[in-house]
């Protein structure tokens, strides 16, 4: 049973119409030596009158599965270095460099798994721990080559194309037939309602399964994504919002599944129209300088369907050994540097968190078509949005009153550690 499966990602980050300068790079001061090793980074600068935004996309073996990140900085002619020596190393930390860099923020595909689900109800945390069958197959088992870069976007559309593909590898269980993995990315120079991205503020990506074998006839199949968060603010609490975008136009298609990435939230709202973000009213609190807000599709579509198949989320987890395991070599690691290893764990660690802390989760997303043989083609789509709109100043004195409530939280806690300690050697 082999077919194509492509999942739809959109990223975007919206705002008012702004004037942008463009530029792309291609394993930028890389030497020839360099790039015998095939890193396939790609960097593409978009300048405003005030700020700019830089987005990071890879896919290879020296530096990691399919990746892609969004960084705004507070500089128009931000300097960006890249460390070659180091990226190569097994110390990948800042690797990439962005002068005045405020928000970072992307996901990685981190596998695509497959399990039986007979009854079709089976939910992805049961299903992760107690069926025998359910089985991650990692996207870093792969080597990618670059197959396109746009030098200039095209004239008609606007859009910067970056295509990857991985190499066929056919003792690989879902490619034993010569199958590989495709990644798309496109990035808007200018608007485009229809899919709601803002030029030079967001980009969609396309992952596309070509060859698949589907294992079983009920199999669900699925992908796991690593959400990035610039700041974790909360060890127990962050990344837990999960609610649904009201429909557009009632019609369901629109019916989208989202989480704040960077604040947490009791409230829900419409999204009435395709670049509104949410009212002040139901905003919740800002804990950060930009409003982020990651958004899956509730559907799916296959091909030779009429009917949408429903996307199953799973729920955000902590990583487990064996995934950060497969962040030893990442484009996270490059760019947050030694902050990747703060991110927030359970409470009992805390008394270890000295930098600010990022965010990581691991979210599953699945779907499942009972009896079908093979899916030639399914999609889906998710989006990343930075609502850059609200940065005002007041935001910022609040992120800095949070990084140091941290600080001074974990000096206490390691502080009582120490009399603890100390108290423990004047016992008789």
Same mark, same amino acid.
């Given at each position: 049973m082999c077919g194509r499966i492509f999942v739809l990602c959109i990223f975007c980050v919206c705002s008012t119409v702004w004037s942008w300068d463009f530029k792309v790079s291609q394993n930028p001061a890389c030497d020839d030596e360099c790039q015998e090793e095939f890193p396939n980074l790609v960097h593409v600068s978009a &300048?405003?009158? #005030?700020?700019?935004?830089?987005? *990071?996309?890879? @896919?290879? @073996? &020296?530096?990691? @599965? $399919?990746?892609? *990140?969004?960084? &705004?900085? @507070? &500089?128009?002619? !931000?300097?960006?270095?890249? %460390?070659?020596?180091?990226? *190569?190393?097994? #110390?990948?930390? /800042?690797? =990439?460099? =962005?002068?005045? !860099?405020? /928000? =970072?923020?992307?996901?990685?595909?981190?596998? =695509?798994? /497959?399990?039986? %689900? $007979?009854?079709?109800?089976? /939910?992805?945390?049961? !299903?992760s721990k107690s069926n025998k069958t359910f089985q991650d197959y990692y996207l870093t088992q792969f080597e990618y080559s670059i197959v396109k870069v746009d030098p200039t976007p095209d004239p008609e559309t606007g859009l910067i194309e970056i295509l990857y593909r991985s190499e066929p590898r056919r003792r690989h269980r879902l490619f034993k037939d010569g199958g590989h993995i495709e990644v798309k990315i496109l990035i808007p120079t200018k608007d485009d309602e229809i899919n709601r991205l803002r030029g030079g503020l967001s980009f969609k990506s396309l992952i596309s399964f070509h060859g698949l074998t589907i294992l079983h006839p009920d199999s669900k199949l699925g992908v796991g994504v690593l959400l990035f968060s610039n700041v974790s603010l909360s060890p127990s609490g962050d990344f837990l919002e999960g609610k649904y975008f009201e429909d557009f136009d009632e019609s369901g298609s629109n019916r989208d599944f989202y989480v704040h990435l960077n604040e947490e939230s009791s409230g829900s709202f419409d999204l009435a129209k395709p670049f509104e973000l949410p009212s002040s009213q139901s905003t919740p609190k800002p804990v950060s300088q930009t409003l982020v807000l990651f958004r899956a599709g509730a559907l799916g579509q296959l091909e030779g369907k009429s009917e949408s198949a429903p996307i199953n989320p799973g729920p955000r987890l902590l990583l487990r050994p064996n995934h950060r395991s497969r962040l030893s070599r990442s484009l996270a690691k490059a760019l947050y540097g030694r902050r990747v290893d703060q991110n927030y764990q359970p409470v009992r660690n805390m008394s270890k968190k000295i930098a600010t802390p990022i965010g990581i989760r691991l979210q599953r997303f699945a779907f499942a078509a009972p009896g079908q043989q093979s899916a030639k083609y399914a999609s889906w789509n998710v989006t990343l949005t930075m609502d850059l709109q609200k940065d005002e100043p007041e935001k910022y004195l609040l992120v800095e009153q949070a990084r140091n409530n941290q600080e001074i939280a974990g000096m206490r806690v390691w502080g009582l550690f120490l009399v603890k300690w100390i108290s423990s050697f004047q016992q008789v």
């Open positions: &300048k405003h009158s #005030n700020f700019s935004i830089h987005f *990071f996309t890879v @896919a290879s @073996a &020296k530096l990691g @599965a $399919p990746s892609i *990140f969004m960084v &705004k900085s @507070a &500089k128009q002619n !931000a300097g960006v270095t890249f %460390d070659w020596k180091k990226l *190569f190393s097994s #110390n990948m930390y /800042d690797g =990439i460099r =962005i002068e005045g !860099a405020t /928000d =970072i923020y992307g996901i990685s595909y981190l596998s =695509i798994f /497959d399990f039986r %689900d $007979p009854s079709g109800d089976s /939910d992805m945390v049961t !299903a």
